[in-house]
């Protein structure tokens, strides 16, 4: 079957619906993600991006549950939902809220595997939005993937395409443990290629988004556009940059990226997360380890600064990395 364009907002949509079609197990909770907070007569929203759009009228108020606003209390819930044999995908609306319930995640969700010596699954999926650009301040445009990826017994998925986005939702959701799909809030509305089927995603295997020879750009979700725009630049002054995108960030294609390295011999990892002890930080950190003799120069990342994510138009777009800053950060490289 031929791929169709698609929205990564839509994509997510579809891949919910495959997947509450397919097993009764699978629920969906959340903050107003029937619409109108689950009152009689209110338009359907869908949640606040429109990704849960639907499925309330198709599968009942019984499998899309609207919560009160407490991420406490309804990602404990789904905690214990899904110890008990349910399939929960959680809704929490921006990833700066995780705060709230971060003991859930941290000392139940993610270990409790662990804990029961591999007798209790926890088929746990939490959706939630990452990143900046579009002026919501301090408080509703962080990326912490860097602080996720760094609690044992959690996947954490970044995805930069519609198709990537519903493939790895699929694939989170035959998983025994707990996902966290990162969903970058600009990339809702990006047109992808996406496979009516929505073929499943494997976790841990990185995807080429551009061949080169030259130098290795690592980035996610959206930066990984950015790093995409970016190589198109620099290829009309003839340096030959090859975007990873590894997709999730937990577990990590550490052979893809040390092998493109390799090829390389120079590494440049664009992150919208933490300047100090985030993901860029941690890929560099592996490449040195592995691939220290085929490195040209010295690894670099180009992340925003160390503050939270301002919220003046004009200081926010200075504090964001873009394409332009990835072809400067990339020359810079090359004349060492």
């Not at 052979?255 to 985030?278: N, P």
Request: aromatic letters at 4%; proline letters at 6%.
């Amino acid at each position: 079957m031929s791929s169709g364009k698609m929205t990564m907002a839509a994509a997510l949509n579809q891949a919910l619906h495959h997947a509450m079609a397919a097993d009764d197990k699978v629920i969906c909770i959340g903050e107003d993600i029937v619409g109108g907070a689950g009152i009689e007569g209110a338009p359907p929203g869908g949640g606040v991006f429109g990704v849960t759009q639907g499925l309330a009228e198709t599968y009942g108020l019984s499998r899309i549950i609207d919560t009160p606003i407490s991420e406490t209390a309804f990602v404990g819930m789904a905690v214990g939902s899904a110890m008990t044999g349910l399939k929960p995908v959680v809704e929490i609306m921006f990833n700066d809220f995780i705060g709230v319930c971060f003991d859930q995640i941290l000392n139940q969700a993610a270990k409790a595997r662990f804990l029961s010596n591999g007798r209790m699954n926890l088929p746990l999926v939490i959706r939630t939005t990452m990143g900046a650009g579009d002026g919501s301040g301090a408080m509703h445009s962080a990326s912490l993937h860097g602080l996720l990826a760094s609690v044992a017994g959690l996947t954490v998925a970044c995805p930069s395409t519609p198709a990537d986005a519903a493939g790895m939702l699929k694939t989170a959701l035959k998983s025994n443990g707990t996902t966290v799909m990162m969903e970058h809030k600009q990339l809702y509305g990006t047109l992808g290629d996406v496979d009516p089927l929505l073929p499943e995603v494997p976790f841990g295997k990185a995807r080429t988004v551009v061949e080169g020879s030259d130098i290795t750009v690592v980035a996610v979700a959206a930066m990984a556009v950015e790093a995409e725009l970016a190589a198109g630049l620099l290829a009309q002054s003839s340096i030959s940059a090859e975007v990873i995108d590894p997709r999730t960030v937990k577990p990590l294609d550490v052979a893809s990226i040390v092998a493109s390295v390799r090829k390389t011999g120079r590494l440049l990892v664009v992150d919208e997360g933490a300047a100090f002890a985030g993901f860029a930080d941690a890929v560099i950190s592996v490449v040195t380890e592995q691939a220290f003799g085929s490195l040209a120069t010295a690894p670099r990342k180009l992340c925003p600064p160390d503050t939270p994510v301002p919220y003046a138009p004009g200081a926010e777009s200075i504090w964001l990395p873009t394409s332009a800053d990835i072809v400067k950060a990339v020359q810079d490289m090359m004349e060492v």
